[in-house]
T-cell receptor
Framework: KAGVTQTPRYLIKTRGQQVTLSCSPI?????VSWYQQTPGQGLQFLFE???????NKGNFPGRFSGRQFSNSRSEMNVSTLELGDSALYLC???????????FGPGTRLTVL | EDQVTQSPEALRLQEGESSSLNCSYT??????LFWYRQDPGKGPEFLFT???AGEEKEKERLKATLTKKESFLHITAPKPEDSATYLC????????????FGTGTRLTIIP
């Protein structure tokens, strides 16, 4: 079974721009979560979607948003990028909302 | 608020030298405790899920155990390919049930 895929794998943007990251979960998984990983803060929870509904949200500003489509694919958007948004953004999927999560390879975002 | 503390931050071992990594947690009702392995530049790779105190799980040279306050990841006779960062996470039965991660233990196995 194919794993979680994330696109693009690498991205360079400048301050003030916006970015959209994509995540395709493991086939049959209906829950998708997003995390930001930085050397100083570790893995920080952004949000979780289940059956196209946002189930949980972490403590990030409104510039960070997401959505999930009917095929369980998910996108996250960051508007008005700041230097501090540079990080590895990880997507994880699970069969149901509270099951074990399986991670994708991540998207490395660099904001200049 | 759920909290996870991992120790040590970094650990260097000789090949074949067994040791343990610690994960201490505070959570309002444990739904599950998860161990992941992460290689540089990659996403975390799932290792184990533990649900209740006394539970143990094994995979090759790794064994995870769980008590009411902490979990241990025991590594027996490690090899250089076991070098990675090991992450611990908990999910609560209450609140928003999100996963809370520790900052990890960076393990280096020296040939």
């Amino acid at each position: 079974k194919a794993g979680v895929t994330q696109t693009p794998r690498y991205l360079i943007k400048t301050r003030g721009q916006q970015v959209t990251l994509s995540c395709s979960p493991i086939s049959g998984h209906r829950s998708v979560s997003w995390y930001q990983q930085t050397p100083g803060q570790g893995l920080q929870f952004l949000f979780e979607y289940f059956s196209e509904t946002q189930r949980n949200k972490g403590n990030f500003p409104g510039r960070f948003s997401g959505r999930q489509f009917s095929n369980s694919r998910s996108e996250m958007n960051v508007s008005t990028l700041e230097l501090g948004d540079s990080a590895l953004y990880l997507c994880a999927s699970s069969p149901a909302a509270t099951d074990t999560q399986y991670f994708g390879p991540g998207t490395r975002l660099t904001v200049l | 608020e759920d909290q996870v503390t991992q120790s040590p931050e970094a650990l260097r071992l000789q090949e074949g030298e067994s040791s343990s990594l610690n994960c201490s947690y505070t959570v309002s009702g444990l739904r599950g405790l998860f161990w992941y392995r992460q290689d540089p530049g990659k996403g975390p790779e799932f290792l184990f899920t533990l649900y209740s105190a006394g539970e143990e799980k094994e995979k090759e040279r790794l064994k995870a155990t769980l008590t009411k306050k902490e979990s241990f990841l025991h590594i027996t006779a490690p090899k250089p390919e076991d070098s990675a960062t090991y992450l611990c996470a908990v999910r609560s039965n209450f609140g928003n049930e999100k996963l809370t991660f520790g900052t990890g233990t960076r393990l280096t196995i020296i040939p």
